[in-house]
């Protein structure tokens, strides 16, 4: 009853099995490990490998409760080096299963000792003796949980058992490249397929070729940093192929597998600024550090640590993935604020000469403000005209000077600022509050067809192109574009409208692959799209075949590749053959996902210029699609300040 009890906390399902077993072989110095699951474990689980086996007379020790050889001594637990060391894995293995342990010894010199073999019966032995086995040992778990009833209801269906303990089993595979391991499921009639193997001598990323799709594996960038006595090592994915979950988070302390909230929230604090909240990086790390300042016992599974220096830990870490991500622009920059700061410092050695100046050496630069004012008053405005930004001074623009900028009469908040020698005039900027300290007013919906316009209307829109005319869309009109990100618009009401182009462009692609994803027919192609096929993206391509049928794609498989025959309509080429790397990497828990990142891809980007009728088409089908006041990802696409919130914003009324 108490090993049952035992096994309740350590034997939670197959995987928790091949767990034990494995580690139990990797710390008999095994350099090879095959597993074999029958039924997805329930049926059998079988663990060979080729370690130091276990003595004839400690085989009984082995399956009691509380006696392990990994630790012979008080120092021993507390620099933990094993993966096992509180002897409960193997017992309460043995009480909720038929078990039986063969195991071959080597002696001192070398040479393997007789095998023997014990065979237990949920926890009590009904047989032993001479068995055949040259080196290692073998242990076969039959009928798993078959005498625990509550706990075999809540296994789940076979094929999820065996993708559990088969993602373990990669993952302990990424944490000892130079042991092979191999991973068979075997079928009813006896026969076995085999589902992983991993060569002995490889490296980490070539396991990961392996596992990871081709777009996560070349967007791996190496890192290596030390601090405080704490080395953290890896790999780390560039920003650009994110994903919505942290399965491809893996974390390793000392070679062991954790799920520790400190080191994730130091890689998630590494990526802050290159990635929104919502998305996870691949990133694979290793900590190595002193065993005595890392306390593994704190888990019936061994699945979480505890630091002494967590902050110390925290800090290697945040440092080391920060910087595989450093862009070369970056270590430039940096570079050159340290040369600079060494300069304006005269150098370490002339640093060390000279003795460092007195507050107020320097008069009033000792008190200068950290950042220049970019506005000053050189004289008072009595006529309230508009100031021009130059970086020398600032100074009124009479009335005369002042020039009208698509139908902006003088004062209404426009003005272009003075082009640079020789150069071309910048677009006028809209100086606009942060519409957090004032939220804009929701935004009328235009209505789908625009009416017929009236006659004063119609002479305004004949209008439209002749300078200093704002142009007409729909039921508003283009002013211009600000900053070549947001498009300025008015409506009848004149009200002041922004309008992010991206998000904008956006909304529109997402709703045109939305509209036309589920026709279930595509448009034939001449020539065949061509894709290779990864492994790991074969599995995903037979798990959303379906859905890809019914979008219109008809694909086929052939070696090794994947080809197109069918897109889509509302795909070209190019787009058609991104959307499939996208649903292949599996980056994306939904389709809809998938149509947000393809549409996020296609869309306008932010700082690129428009021309006045590159933004009016924009706008025309903005205006045309639904829920175009946001993004696919939320964020809003349009800000709107009516009389009244203006002059709320310049404090013109309460």
């Not at 570079?335 to 150098?347: D, H, V, Y």
């Not at 020698?421 to 067809?449: C, I, K, N, Q």
């Not at 994306?588 to 891809?601: G, N, P, T, V």
């Amino acid at each position: 009853m108490c090993n049952q009890i035992a096994a309740g906390e350590v034997v939670e399902r197959p995987a928790s099995v091949v767990k034990e077993l494995v580690e139990n072989s990797l710390d008999a110095g095994a350099d090879a490990v095959d597993v074999r699951l029958d039924n997805g474990g329930q049926a059998l689980i079988r663990v060979q490998d080729n370690g130091a086996g276990i003595p004839r007379e400690e085989m009984a020790l082995a399956v009691t409760r509380h006696a392990t050889s990994k630790i012979a001594s008080l120092e021993d637990l507390e620099r933990i080096r094993s993966y096992g060391f509180r002897g409960e894995a193997l017992p309460s293995i043995a009480s909720v299963s038929r078990f039986s342990l063969t195991s071959a010894a080597r002696t001192k010199g070398g040479e393997a000792a007789e095998a023997w073999r014990m065979s237990l019966e949920f926890g009590r032995c009904v047989d032993e003796g001479p068995a055949a086995l040259h080196r290692g040992t073998i242990v076969e778990v039959r009928d798993l949980f078959a005498n625990v009833p509550a706990r075999l209801k809540f296994l789940k269906t076979p094929a999820t058992e065996f993708k559990r303990a088969q993602e373990w089993l990669t993952r302990l595979a990424l944490a000892r490249p130079q042991v092979g391991i191999r991973l068979a499921a075997g079928s009813a009639s006896g026969g076995e397929r085999e589902a992983l193997r991993f060569l002995p001598g490889q490296d980490v990323k070539t396991r990961l070729a392996l596992i990871w799709p081709e777009l996560v594996v070349e967007a791996l960038r190496p890192f290596d940093g030390e601090r405080y006595g704490v080395r953290a090592h890896g790999f780390a994915a560039l920003p650009e192929v994110a994903q919505l979950r942290g399965d491809r988070i893996l974390l390793y302390v000392n070679g062991r597998i954790v799920a520790d909230k400190r080191l994730l929230a130091a890689v998630r604090e590494a990526y802050k600024g290159r990635l929104t909240s919502r998305d996870y990086p691949q990133v694979i790390l290793f900590v190595e550090m002193d065993a005595a300042d890392v306390d593994v016992n704190v888990h019936p599974a061994k699945s979480e640590v505890r630091f002494r220096d967590e902050s110390a830990v925290f800090s290697a870490v945040l440092h080391a993935v920060q910087a595989a991500l450093r862009t070369p622009l970056e270590a430039s920059l940096e570079g050159s604020a340290a040369a600079e700061a060494e300069e304006e410092s005269g150098g370490a050695a002339q640093g060390s000469l000279l003795p460092p100046r007195p507050q107020g050496f320097w008069g009033r630069a000792d008190h200068a403000p950290v950042m220049e004012e970019r506005f000053s008053r050189n004289g008072d405005v009595a006529d309230g005209g508009d100031w021009e930004v130059s970086q020398r001074e600032t100074r009124p623009v009479p009335p005369a000077e002042r020039e009208p900028f698509l139908g902006i009469a003088p004062g209404a908040g426009l003005a272009e600022e003075p082009a640079p020698y020789g150069g071309e005039r910048r677009p006028p900027a809209v100086v606009v509050p942060s519409p957090v300290a004032a939220p804009p007013a929701p935004l009328s919906p235009p209505s789908p067809a625009p009416a017929p316009l009236a006659e004063d209307d119609a002479a305004e829109a004949s209008d439209a192109g002749r300078e200093g005319t704002p142009l007409r869309v729909g039921d508003f009109f283009y002013l211009g574009q600000v900053a070549e990100t947001y498009l300025v618009l008015r409506d009848r009401e004149g009200a002041l409208l922004l309008v992010d182009q991206h998000a904008a462009h956006e909304r529109v692609l997402y709703a045109r692959l939305r509209r036309g994803a589920f026709s279930g027919t595509g448009q034939m192609l001449a020539l065949p799209l061509e894709l290779a096929l990864h492994p790991a993206e074969q599995e995903r391509f037979r798990e959303i075949q379906g859905v890809l049928a019914e979008m219109g794609f008809e694909l086929e498989t052939a070696q090794g590749a994947l080809l197109a025959r069918s897109i889509p309509p509302s795909l070209n080429r190019a787009e058609a053959r991104d959307f499939l790397r996208e649903a292949l990497a599996g980056r994306k828990d939904d389709l809809a996902a998938m149509f947000i990142s393809l549409s996020c891809k296609g869309a306008i980007k932010a700082g690129q210029r428009l021309t006045p009728d590159e933004a009016a088409g924009l706008l025309r089908q903005w205006l045309e699609t639904p829920e175009r006041e946001y993004c696919p990802h939320g964020r809003p696409a349009v800000l709107r300040w009516d009389a009244g919130a203006l002059e709320r914003l310049f404090k013109r009324r309460q």
